[in-house]
């Protein structure tokens, strides 16, 4: 019987994982319980509640300040706002809650995790942006220069990096250690009012709204489905070791945004309004999955559109 701590685990993450748990998929790691560790667990409980169970406790603690951590068998660390407004409006001290609180859980790690296998949820943001002659950012790909990135990317970016090196140090000093690298996703507990692009759709499609797409720009995305991450972040964590093995984690399927729009809008029987590219800006955020399915055996067991499907299903199921 093997025990998870998810340190920020009121989220898309945490809330994808706790799912994922309700539903038996994480007994391939023979998973029994859960902690949930976040500063306000109490989140879960109004939004969530039918995720928690007796197999399942809530943990009110900062990471960023506090100084004992319950011993498991796995940790996920996914302790980072995804907000991209809180980043534009406070953008250092996003930054260094991320940066903080990865100190602080290494330092806790050495007393309280020595003998755990932890995964360090990061980011494809450390990549920084991707060029349009790269087709797929893999794990070798060199950072370009993050002042080139959106307002609200940069600090989040920054911060990740340093939360890696930290990370990688640990396994330096002997824990067994694993960073994911993740970049975009979709499912039931997706925000669908904010600045994800595929979670506001699935609002729109939920509300008869027309599908209505912002950019005057190309933008080309892939989304894996959460039970895919869950079942890769458990899978990546499984193989933690003091060499730190980083894996991408994510679809490698890209789709221009505009594109899934108009073709959301005929699946679901609802209007799109897809402005004309009117800039020639390219984003591109696609990773490559190579080394996970060489490496882990790892794949995608939704594509697309059936991961849409999948995620409107869910949504039904609990809003009943």
Not at 44 to 53: F, G, T
Not at 92 to 110: D, M, P
Not at 225 to 233: F, Q
Request: aromatic fraction near 10%; charged fraction near 20%; hydrophobic fraction near 40%.
């Amino acid at each position: 019987m093997a025990k998870l701590l998810v340190i920020g685990g009121t989220g898309f993450f945490g809330k994808s994982i706790l799912d994922a748990f309700s539903r038996g998929l994480l007994k391939p790691w023979d998973v029994t319980s859960i902690i949930v560790m976040s500063r306000n667990t109490q989140v879960l409980q109004q939004v969530a509640p039918q995720l928690i169970s007796h197999n399942v406790t809530l943990l009110s603690e900062d990471i960023t300040t506090t100084d004992s951590l319950p011993y498991a068998d796995f940790v996920i660390h996914a302790a980072t706002s995804t907000d991209a407004r809180d980043y534009i409006s406070q953008p250092e001290s996003e930054k260094n809650n991320i940066q903080v609180g990865t100190y602080n859980y290494c330092r806790l790690a050495k007393k309280f995790h020595v003998k755990s296998k932890i995964i360090y949820v990061s980011s494809g943001a450390v990549y920084g942006v991707q060029l349009p002659t790269v087709d797929k950012l893999d794990e070798l790909s060199k950072p370009t220069n993050l002042i080139n990135m959106d307002i609200g990317k940069q600090d989040y970016a920054a911060a990740k990096q340093d939360a890696e090196l930290a990370i990688t140090q640990l396994g330096l000093e002997g824990l067994n250690v694993s960073i994911a690298r993740c970049f975009a996703f979709v499912g039931c507990w997706l925000p669908k009012d904010q600045h994800f692009a595929i979670g506001n759709f699935i609002g729109d499609i939920l509300n008869n709204r027309p599908i209505a797409v912002k950019a005057k720009h190309q933008v080309y995305r892939s989304y894996m489905y959460a039970d895919d991450l869950v079942e890769w972040l458990m899978t990546i964590a499984d193989h933690s070791s003091t060499d730190c093995p980083i894996y991408n984690v994510g679809s490698d399927q890209a789709i221009l945004i505009g594109d899934l729009a108009n073709e959301l809008s005929q699946r679901y029987h609802v209007t799109s309004e897809v402005p004309l590219i009117l800039e020639t800006k390219m984003d591109i955020y696609i990773p490559s999955i190579k080394k996970a399915k060489d490496e882990l055996g790892l794949y995608l067991k939704f594509d697309l559109f059936a991961s849409i499907q999948e995620t409107l299903k869910r949504i039904v199921h609990y809003d009943k």
